[in-house]
T-cell receptor, first 114, second 109 residues
Framework: DTGVSQDPRHKITKRGQNVTFRCDPI?????LYWYRQTLGQGPEFLTY????????KSRLLSDRFSAERPKGSFSTLEIQRTEQGDSAMYLC????????????FGQGTRLTVV | KNEVEQSPQNLTAQEGEFITINCSYS?????LHWLQQHPGGGIVSLFM???GKKKHGRLIATINIQEKHSSLHITASHPRDSAVYIC???????????FGTGTRLTIIP
């Protein structure tokens, strides 16, 4: 297993367009997290799944954002009607639920909205 | 809501120097994570600790639960250690991470 993979690595889109990102977690990991990181800041929590269930969403996740994890495997994060403020690095992490879980991160998808 | 603070924000040192990065958090946590982020964005987990001290090569991480404080030390620093180091606190239960803003470390040859 090669770890957590994210696709695409970079995305440039025009304001108002929709974009979708994909995350493939480590295969035996049942938890999957999405974080967003803007320039010069630490990442911020967006949402997380345990298996296919989305258990928590941040208030950062406006109604233009939706995330899915069908069948508890890969996950997608869609942003509709993108705005310039959506420009950021979107990071995915996965872990195996335990008392204390180490998180494994993907390389991230850098979104630029022009 | 947990607040995680790191210091310093930026650190420049000569090769070979001993490096310390500090992290404090405001509420109880299940674990404290130290992460490394290189240009391009990928994040690598260095340590996850809930008590005491861990060592991996030239890197040492310590945590004081009572004081809600952790430190990351790098001995005999090398230019390849140049990166952003981020501490993050994980919540009990959902294990979601609350991150500090990171410390940009530059080691000059």
């Amino acid at each position: 297993d090669t770890g957590v993979s994210q696709d695409p690595r970079h995305k440039i889109t025009k304001r108002g367009q929709n974009v979708t990102f994909r995350c493939d977690p480590i295969s035996e990991h049942n938890r999957l997290y999405w974080y967003r990181q803007t320039l010069g800041q630490g990442p911020e929590f967006l949402t997380y799944f345990q298996n296919e269930a989305q258990l928590e969403k941040s208030r950062l996740l406006s109604d233009r954002f939706s995330a899915e994890r069908p069948k508890g495997s890969f996950s997608t994060l869609e942003i509709q009607r993108t705005e310039q403020g959506d420009s950021a690095m979107y990071l995915c992490a996965s872990s195996f639920v335990a008392a204390i879980s180490e998180a494994f991160f993907g390389q991230g998808t850098r979104l630029t909205v022009v | 809501k947990n607040e995680v603070e790191q210091s310093p924000q930026n650190l420049t040192a000569q090769e070979g120097e001993f490096i310390t990065i500090n992290c404090s958090y405001s509420v109880g946590i299940s674990a404290l994570h130290w992460l490394q982020q290189h240009p391009g964005g990928g994040i690598v987990s260095l340590f996850m600790l809930s008590s005491g001290k861990k060592k991996h090569g030239r890197l040492i991480a310590t945590i004081n639960i009572q004081e809600k404080h952790s430190s990351l030390h790098i001995t005999a620093s090398h230019p390849r250690d140049s990166a952003v180091y981020i501490c993050a606190a994980s919540n009990f239960g959902n294990e979601k991470l609350t991150f500090g803003t990171g410390t940009r470390l530059t080691i000059i040859p």
